[in-house]
């Protein structure tokens, strides 16, 4: 008789109404948005700081390129030496004092200019005063030169090298960019997936080995059912969990905003005022539509399709090691020596995909190791963005479904021996002979 749907039903049953589950299902998104909360609502006083720049010009030539902004305004001083300065700006408590020398020419100046402060400033300040000097000094200096700003301006040139398929396919460095993007978040869902329920996979059968209840369980199950429902059923769990996750998060992160008045957004734009100058420029409308088209090109059927199968083909296929592990030891602390060479091919998958996969995604490393089953959920997920075949996408699944099928009879062996051994630490020269029981 088939006890696997019961086994799945009881697993995923016992799973959802421990207490611990439940907490956790509904404490962890508060916790997380109450996270985002506090680094919104710090990153918002950041950028809502007011600042007073004191400027010293003695060159008479920079000053009147500072105009004032929402949060920083700039006090023009004159007739006064720099000590003088400085001592102005202690008094009055000013973020700090801008100084330009009087200097023979502009390259002097740009050398010699220097910021004041009481503290280090901003990278964000620095960085906006700097772009600021060093434009107005080149058309100084262009205009010294007997050079019309005007003309060269109308003679600039941006170019932009249009990329094309043979096929007459068109795409964009953007594209390359959004795709990498989600090809990483892909992997790096599934590999924390792994690390995470694989982990509650493993704690569940070692649990039900320390209190003797698979001692009862095993008498009327086949071991390979039982490990089977322990995947599936835990799985299931997790799903749901996450699901709820993501539906409960959204509603409190809506929520946090509109009640205590939180932009979310702000933790993002830490230089603002760096950000506001960029997007004043022509381009950047320009950008945005090119995202747009990139994202529309994206081919999101066959992303879809494949995220599903590679996402549940790995995660079933290193969940099944870890049941294998779990069977073999009496306590967790002794799960570490089997541990490294599961995680190992993950963490080189993930190194694989990121280093490769934007330079090369069709080459030979990218390639190989797609197929390999232990690599290939998150090296494939990386590199269909940028367009792989069909048949190596199938090829690529049908390896890792006959991996897992080889994985589960492997672990169904260690499993079936591991679960009634106790008091012992196995070596791997051990877990070889029980393949042979």
């Keep these: 008789m088939n006890h696997l ?8 049953l016992t799973k959802v109404r421990n207490r611990s589950f439940i907490v956790m299902t509904f404490v962890s998104p508060l916790i997380f948005i109450a996270l985002i909360a506090v680094v919104s609502y710090l990153s918002q006083l950041n950028n809502d700081k007011k600042r007073t720049i004191s400027v010293l010009d003695d060159s008479g030539i920079l000053s009147s390129i500072f105009e004032n902004t929402e949060n920083t305004t700039y006090k023009r001083l004159s007739n006064m030496t720099l000590q003088e300065a400085i001592t102005d700006v202690k008094k009055e408590e000013n973020y700090g004092l801008l100084y330009i020398p009087k200097t023979s020419d502009f390259e002097s100046i740009s050398e010699n200019i220097k910021f004041y402060s009481e503290e280090s400033p901003s990278i964000s300040v620095i960085s906006s005063l700097e772009n600021k000097l060093e434009r107005k000094l080149n058309e100084l200096q262009l205009l010294e030169s007997g050079l019309d700003i005007a003309m060269i301006e109308e003679a600039r040139t941006s170019v932009d090298i249009g990329q094309e398929s043979f096929d007459g396919k068109k795409s964009s460095k953007i594209d390359n960019i959004l795709k990498l993007a989600f090809g990483g978040a892909a992997g790096y869902l599934l590999f924390m997936f792994i690390i995470i329920y694989g982990n509650m996979i493993m704690r569940s059968v070692i649990e039900e080995k320390t209190s003797r209840i698979i001692e009862v369980i095993i008498s009327s199950v086949k071991p390979v059912q039982l490990m089977m429902g322990k995947i599936i059923g ?10 709820i996750w993501v539906i409960l998060g959204g509603i409190l992160l809506v929520v946090v905003s509109a009640i205590f008045g939180i932009d979310v957004t702000a933790m993002n734009t830490p230089q603002q005022e760096l950000v506001n100058e960029a997007m004043s420029n022509g381009s950047a409308q320009e950008m945005a539509e090119n995202i747009l088209s990139s994202i529309a090109s994206l081919p999101m059927t066959n992303l879809v399709i494949a995220f599903l199968f590679f996402f549940v083909g790995g995660y079933l296929l290193y969940s099944s090691l870890y049941a294998a592990i779990g069977a073999a030891v009496d306590n967790e602390t002794d799960t570490q020596q089997f541990m490294l060479p599961i ?14 996969v934007i330079e090369d995604p069709h080459g030979t490393v990218s390639t190989v190791f797609s197929f390999i089953p232990l690599t290939s959920p998150v090296v494939m997920l990386m590199r269909i963005p940028f367009g792989v075949p069909i048949w190596q996408q199938l090829l690529s699944l049908i390896i890792l479904i006959g991996t897992f099928s080889f994985t ?9 021996v591991g679960i009634l051994m106790y008091g012992k630490k196995p070596t791997y020269k051990e877990l070889f002979k029980w393949l042979k029981y």
């Design 408 to 416: 589960v009879w492997f672990a169904s062996k260690i499993y079936r």
């Design 343 to 356: 995680l190992m091919p993950l963490i080189l998958a993930v190194y694989v995909g990121i280093f490769t």
């Design 5 to 12: 749907p019961l086994i799945i039903k009881r697993e995923y």
């Design 234 to 243: 835990t799985s299931l769990a997790g799903i749901s969990q996450f699901v």
